[in-house]
């Protein structure tokens, strides 16, 4: 009985964390399931897999053509060993799933395919190894897959469905456009073909149509301006007009179209998934809710001490207190039970970070009282804690950016080095003296943390490198850029400073995790076309040190190059040779500059089609990526600057107002701590104003705008459209679906928005 | 007594008027300021200041450095005659308003100082010229002031209002985005200076501070990626990194974070205007009321005649038919009188653009019947109805952009272009034999008239030609690229044949009139820089066509660009020498691409400080201006999207589906002509319908996506934000402000968005 009881919590548990975290996995509920979805679920699993994937990835580092070359046998024993671990991933999966929900989901299908292309391939390319027959690795191509496509990947999965949906209405703009392109592609035909113009380079100026189709797409990038109007302009300034009409229609009015149409669909359908998710959540605390249960009065409720249990379970690193606050929100009114609405929320509140702020005497303080508590110490730490000592060392940093801009050749300089860094080291001794240290490196102290790690890897490196100086006689280059970078770096601390610049700062930094998304999508989208692009352009320019008399070596080792803008650019290192060279070349042609001059390069080194490749990636990256990316960077910003916090955020608030009071009464003599805690923000200067206090007081504090997941600020996006707290018939149209039956069609279909 | 009520009338008619067209005049309201108020108010005299306005700023042209070198004195005397001009209508202007208003308004001082700045300037500059004096005009950059201030340019006000509004929040972005440049250029400096390294182009590399501060803004702009990166990428593939951390941090994210913030802050200002402007309106329109109504029970209402006198003061152009749609919508109940509700609303339905489709008989039809109902005629006329027919036509386009693409020599191929204008003119013949010809030429059958236009005028330019071919043997090259240009504008007609393409090309046509305030916006900017620019950089770089014998003509004139990346992209005509050529680089500047080769160009032949020109350039244009116009043609691209109609314009159409069946059910004996006209956009397929019908039937059709004033589509955009029917208190509330009173305070003040 008492087991069948721990099973139903277990149960539970996994489904609120499912709620919490947003995965969507639909588990058999036998006991050996849930056991094994624990598992399954487990941090250790899933970094193993990521680890295994990026490992698979890189082989690409390894293989030919490599960076690090590694014998074939090496790699393919490598690339075996990811798949066996991706098969043992899915089967893993397929335990916990029943079969037919396992064979429906096409991702299963995609791994299993990718798995069987790659094995086949690896087998064909190494029998014919031992022949000495030369083949191609194409099923290098379908690595990306398995990053796509392990449950894990959620978001980057979300991004190329939003993608996928946002196609159509891009097709119809792009076929405007190409319509637009291909029409101003004739008039300049017509206008300067028969004028026997010469480019700057002595090329023949728009005699041919595709070749005009090529240089006006280019122009559309701004890629070419001014160079692609000069010819015409010197010829006659009126034919300026056409120029200015074809950059306002394709460049400002075509570009924009783009960006507005990926923006208005991609923010369509990503609230669709995003409400689809805040259903799906819901459903998952309710199925919970039933299985914890009891009858009390007219109503069913879980008891407090099944929840205790249950958030015990849940997030066994919250502090007792914590659980406490979440208690004492879910139920409000203190009756020992909590009712089916504010259980449903405990998903929501688990997401919202709550800072502990421990008030506790300083451990010198306890340690050394007479010494710590002495009239210098007193005011030693009050020196510390004053305005002035900021500002102190904000212009220390000042002066201390001025000797780095300063030549480094005078001794007096690089003596100045140690100067600063002994102060920056004092700065940190005597904060950690005054305030608590564990306070100082509290989790959300970003800046200390910063800090910290900055100026000990630069005294590390500083260290290191005169050593070596002093006993070698030789001067690492690799460390001494370690320990410049890592100078310059200090220099940011100054926008800490600044309250203005730290709102700015924290924005950005918040943001980061969710950018990340991109990187994945980026990452696949580079794999695949560096792939192809080493096949297609391995080897044809080759890269020579200035000084070599290998033939051709200014052409880079390519007749073809000769007098072309690629060899005079010299841009011979930027070429497909290995996978490292391609992901720098394809972020270059990301940025877009020159990319003209990197397609015209390698199309005459193979073929003129060859260009297409560098269209197609234009097309991908540029038009659809970058302006996804866009997208985001706007939504996101304007969520963080409109100021709001969502409902749940204000409940947690009023409670800790409500409770917090209380339990500071206790332990504050003076007002001073709060004062401070409610201008600071993820400022130190309030954390230990409580000097003389035994108490060990707790006091809370919501770090409001940040986002454990992914998905939470996605939710946060899109919240005032959709209800956090719907009640009545929605949570019985919830509770009427079955667990593996796809989301309502009409919370998936698209409404106006 | 009747000439006082006509007064009353009159001065009613010009809050209506007022309303409409969202013009905040605060007039005098006595019978001879209305008078003047009106004929202020005049298309001809608002024309004419337009007019004296580019007058004025073109005078640039013809003044030294000119493209078309006028003497002094006949600029000169232009210049007076506009500036009296100017005067002129700002004495006008202070004759309709209270002396007060008048002198409180930075508008018109700002007009008065500027025409006193441009006499003594005139006048100087003349004295010292007698003199041989050389000195600068330099008063000629106050005249865009006069683009700015006139009362008729309330958008481009706006724009500059809603820059100036933006301006704290950018600066502190941009001074967080200067930290970063200036932090990576130190770190570049320490890492890639004491390397003796040289660019492509052997210049020294990173090893001065400033150059490299602005080699690194360069890279934000993408301008001189890859470049910058080689000699750093080709000493070690590490050094990749530091510009790929370059570009993520301040190319993707400062400039998105850049957007973001112009975004958001221009839409929440101009959210703000645009709610005082839709009070001002219903204020306007609430003293009209109060001047023409009549108690009728326990209301005041305004009766049928004086409204109906009213509207027809206020838009003499509608037809008789429209006035009593419109009534009938005023007047639902036909009480025979217009309570205030529906008065107020008046200006809302006169800015919505009704469409009245008169059924009526071919005029050949009535000419000779015999002949135009013939069998043969109903056939040609069914043969042109057909689809068919469209797509005959559409398939003629395709033919003949393949010939245009083909060599002109063959005779063949331009026989071909005789047979296509022929083609082309029988089938506008055909339309207009068949449909009626003023529908077929209404003011909304934008596709009709271009056309029409195109065709006619390539019929004239080609017969031109042939002439001037056969009779002088010469061959007039702007008259054969303007038939080529025709020839290739007429194949955009295959645009209009697709549904999906014609959605999307009716957008970007809707949004060209509020896409001019940009243009205003642009221009004023220009005007400034160029004429900046003329005076700096006047005569320092010269062109010299390409068989010129003139010392350094390589180096456009100038032996300090021997060498440079300017001369030897052949940029030489790139110059300030006068004020086209100066527009002509401002626009390349614009577009970004090679910024920097100008930037450095213009400084070889000056001073290192000129670049700061260009940066400043830069920031302003590109930053914010080409930012503002991104975020506009997103929010207005993001209102066409959404399909929803407003509330008065739904009001309108059911209206006329009430009303219009009725008149309908009379004209129509078959149900074709409805069924054709639900589903024509623009489109006349359904117009011809009605073969026979004798009737002069009426049928009304809301041109629901074309805006009249820039103003209505703004409104439209932040309609859902403001109210429209706002009833009750707030009423009252705008009833009791005083005319003259500025907007009230919690109107104009932000509101958290």
Same mark, same amino acid.
């Given at each position: 009985?008492?087991?069948?009881?721990?099973?139903?919590?277990?149960?539970?548990?996994?489904?609120?964390s499912?709620?919490?975290?947003?995965?969507?996995?639909?588990?058999?509920?036998s006991?050996?399931?849930?056991?094994?979805?624990?598992?399954?679920?487990?941090?250790?699993?899933?970094?193993?897999?990521?680890?295994?994937?990026?490992?698979?990835?890189?082989?690409?580092v390894?293989?030919?053509?490599?960076?690090?070359?590694?014998?074939?046998?090496?790699?393919?024993?490598?690339?075996?060993?990811?798949?066996?671990?991706?098969?043992?991933?899915?089967?893993?999966?397929?335990?916990?799933?029943?079969?037919?929900?396992?064979?429906k989901?096409?991702?299963n299908?995609?791994i299993?395919?990718?798995?069987?292309?790659?094995l086949? +391939?690896?087998?064909?390319?190494?029998?014919l190894?031992?022949?000495n027959?030369k083949?191609?690795r194409?099923?290098?191509?379908?690595?990306?897959?398995?990053?796509?496509n392990?449950?894990?990947?959620?978001?980057?999965?979300?991004?190329?469905?939003?993608?996928?949906?946002?196609?159509?209405?891009i097709?119809?703009v792009?076929?405007?456009?190409?319509?637009?392109?291909?029409?101003?592609?004739?008039?300049?035909?017509?206008?300067?073909g028969?004028?026997?113009?010469?480019?700057?380079e002595?090329?023949p100026?728009?005699?041919?149509?595709?070749?005009?189709?090529?240089d006006l797409?280019?122009?559309?990038?701004?890629a070419?301006?001014p160079?692609?109007?000069m010819?015409?302009?010197?010829?006659?300034?009126?034919?300026?007009?056409?120029?200015i009409?074809?950059?306002?229609?394709n460049?400002?009015?075509?570009?924009?179209?783009?960006?507005?149409?990926?923006y208005?669909?991609?923010?369509?359908h990503?609230?669709?998934?995003?409400?689809?998710?805040?259903y799906?959540?819901?459903?998952?605390?309710?199925?919970?809710?039933?299985?914890?249960? %009891?009858?009390?009065?007219?109503?069913?409720?879980?008891?407090?001490a099944?929840?205790?249990?249950?958030?015990?379970?849940?997030?066994?690193?919250?502090?007792?207190?914590?659980?406490?606050?979440?208690?004492?929100?879910s139920?409000?009114?203190?009756?020992?039970?909590? +009712?089916?609405?504010?259980?449903v929320?405990?998903?929501?509140?688990?997401?919202?970070q709550?800072?502990?702020?421990?008030?506790?005497s300083?451990?010198?303080?306890r340690?050394?009282?007479?010494?710590?508590?002495?009239?210098?110490?007193?005011?030693?730490?009050?020196?510390?804690?004053?305005?002035g000592?900021?500002w102190?060392?904000?212009?220390?940093?000042?002066?201390?950016?001025?000797?780095?801009?300063?030549d480094?050749?005078?001794?007096?300089?690089?003596?100045?080095?140690?100067?600063?860094?002994?102060?920056?080291?004092?700065?940190?001794l005597?904060?950690?003296?005054?305030?608590?240290?564990?306070?100082?490196?509290?989790k959300?102290?970003?800046?200390?943390?910063?800090?910290t790690?900055i100026?000990?890897?630069a005294?590390t490196?500083?260290?290191?490198?005169?050593?070596?100086k002093?006993?070698?006689?030789y001067?690492?280059?690799?460390?001494?850029d370690?320990?410049?970078?890592?100078?310059?770096?200090?220099?940011?601390?100054?926008?800490?400073?600044?309250?203005?610049?730290?709102?700015?700062?924290?924005?950005?930094?918040?943001?980061?995790?969710?950018?990340?998304?991109f990187?994945?999508?980026?990452?696949?989208?580079?794999c695949?076309?560096?792939?192809?692009?080493?096949?297609?352009?391995?080897?044809?320019?080759?890269?020579?040190p200035?000084?070599?008399?290998?033939?051709?070596?200014?052409?880079?080792?390519?007749?073809?190059?000769?007098?072309?803008?690629f060899?005079?650019?010299?841009?011979?290192?930027?070429?497909?040779?290995?996978?490292?060279?391609?992901?720098?070349?394809?972020?270059?042609?990301?940025?877009?500059?020159q990319?003209?001059?990197?397609?015209?390069g390698?199309?005459?080194?193979?073929?003129?089609?060859?260009?297409?490749?560098f269209?197609?990636?234009?097309?991908?990256m540029?038009?659809?990526i970058?302006?996804?990316?866009?997208?985001?960077?706007?939504?996101?910003?304007?969520?963080?600057?409109s100021? %709001?916090?969502?409902?749940?955020?204000?409940?947690?608030?009023?409670?800790i107002?409500e409770?917090?009071?209380?339990?500071?009464?206790e332990a504050?003599?003076?007002?001073?701590?709060? +004062?401070?805690?409610?201008?600071?923000?993820?400022?130190?200067?309030?954390?230990?104003?409580?000097k003389?206090?035994?108490?060990?007081?707790?006091?809370f504090?919501?770090?409001s705008?940040?986002?454990?997941?992914?998905?939470?600020?996605?939710?946060?996006?899109? %919240?005032?459209e959709?209800?956090?707290e719907?009640?009545?018939?929605s949570?019985?149209?919830?509770?009427?679906?079955?667990?593996?039956a796809?989301?309502?069609? +009409?919370?998936?279909s698209?409404?106006?928005?």
């Amino acid at each position: 009985m008492a087991e069948a009881a721990s099973q139903e919590l277990l149960l539970a548990a996994a489904f609120v964390s499912d709620a919490q975290y947003n995965r969507n996995i639909p588990f058999k509920t036998s006991p050996e399931a849930v056991r094994l979805y624990y598992l399954y679920n487990h941090w250790f699993m899933r970094t193993a897999t990521y680890f295994f994937i990026f490992l698979n990835l890189s082989l690409a580092v390894f293989e030919e053509p490599a960076v690090y070359p590694l014998p074939f046998l090496a790699t393919s024993v490598v690339e075996v060993l990811c798949l066996l671990v991706f098969f043992g991933r899915l089967m893993h999966f397929a335990k916990i799933t029943r079969r037919n929900v396992f064979w429906k989901d096409t991702k299963n299908i995609c791994i299993m395919v990718a798995i069987l292309l790659s094995l086949t +391939d690896l087998a064909i390319y190494g029998a014919l190894r031992i022949y000495n027959i030369k083949s191609i690795r194409w099923s290098r191509i379908v690595r990306p897959i398995f990053l796509v496509n392990f449950a894990e990947s959620r978001q980057i999965r979300r991004a190329f469905r939003s993608i996928r949906n946002t196609l159509p209405e891009i097709t119809y703009v792009f076929l405007l456009f190409m319509f637009s392109l291909l029409m101003f592609s004739l008039m300049a035909l017509k206008l300067f073909g028969e004028r026997n113009l010469q480019t700057a380079e002595g090329l023949p100026y728009f005699r041919d149509y595709l070749e005009t189709v090529f240089d006006l797409y280019v122009l559309v990038t701004t890629a070419n301006s001014p160079d692609v109007m000069m010819p015409a302009f010197d010829f006659s300034s009126w034919y300026a007009l056409f120029f200015i009409a074809f950059v306002i229609v394709n460049t400002y009015i075509f570009m924009s179209l783009f960006l507005a149409v990926v923006y208005n669909n991609y923010k369509k359908h990503l609230k669709n998934e995003i409400r689809t998710l805040a259903y799906m959540k819901r459903r998952k605390m309710i199925e919970a809710f039933n299985l914890l249960k %009891e009858e009390e009065g007219t109503q069913f409720v879980v008891r407090e001490a099944q929840w205790k249990q249950l958030v015990k379970l849940v997030a066994p690193d919250i502090s007792n207190s914590h659980r406490e606050l979440l208690l004492r929100i879910s139920d409000d009114e203190q009756k020992g039970f909590i +009712d089916k609405k504010s259980f449903v929320q405990l998903a929501d509140l688990l997401n919202i970070q709550v800072i502990t702020l421990k008030i506790r005497s300083h451990p010198l303080g306890r340690w050394m009282p007479r010494v710590y508590k002495s009239a210098v110490s007193q005011f030693l730490r009050s020196v510390v804690r004053h305005r002035g000592f900021v500002w102190t060392y904000d212009v220390i940093i000042l002066i201390n950016a001025i000797f780095i801009a300063l030549d480094e050749e005078s001794p007096y300089i690089s003596y100045a080095e140690w100067v600063f860094l002994a102060l920056y080291i004092i700065e940190i001794l005597l904060k950690v003296y005054t305030y608590e240290p564990r306070a100082f490196f509290g989790k959300n102290q970003f800046w200390n943390w910063f800090d910290t790690l900055i100026i000990f890897a630069a005294l590390t490196a500083t260290i290191l490198n005169t050593t070596l100086k002093s006993t070698t006689k030789y001067n690492s280059q690799q460390i001494l850029d370690i320990v410049f970078i890592l100078r310059v770096l200090r220099l940011i601390r100054i926008v800490d400073s600044i309250q203005r610049f730290r709102v700015i700062m924290n924005t950005l930094i918040n943001i980061v995790p969710t950018m990340l998304t991109f990187g994945g999508l980026t990452l696949v989208v580079y794999c695949i076309f560096a792939i192809i692009g080493m096949e297609l352009f391995h080897g044809k320019i080759q890269f020579f040190p200035a000084n070599s008399n290998a033939p051709y070596a200014l052409e880079c080792g390519n007749p073809a190059l000769k007098d072309s803008l690629f060899a005079r650019g010299k841009y011979c290192k930027n070429n497909f040779n290995n996978f490292a060279s391609s992901f720098i070349v394809l972020m270059e042609l990301t940025v877009v500059n020159q990319w003209h001059v990197f397609a015209n390069g390698f199309a005459n080194v193979t073929a003129q089609p060859a260009k297409l490749y560098f269209i197609a990636f234009h097309i991908v990256m540029v038009i659809i990526i970058v302006n996804i990316f866009v997208s985001f960077i706007l939504e996101a910003f304007f969520v963080e600057y409109s100021l %709001e916090k969502s409902e749940v955020e204000t409940a947690i608030e009023q409670k800790i107002q409500e409770l917090g009071m209380g339990v500071q009464e206790e332990a504050l003599q003076d007002e001073q701590l709060l +004062d401070n805690m409610e201008d600071a923000d993820n400022d130190l200067e309030g954390e230990g104003g409580t000097k003389t206090q035994p108490a060990k007081g707790l006091v809370f504090k919501i770090a409001s705008k940040r986002y454990r997941t992914v998905d939470a600020l996605l939710q946060r996006m899109f %919240e005032a459209e959709i209800p956090l707290e719907d009640e009545g018939p929605s949570f019985e149209e919830i509770l009427n679906l079955s667990p593996t039956a796809a989301v309502p069609g +009409d919370l998936t279909s698209e409404r106006a928005v």
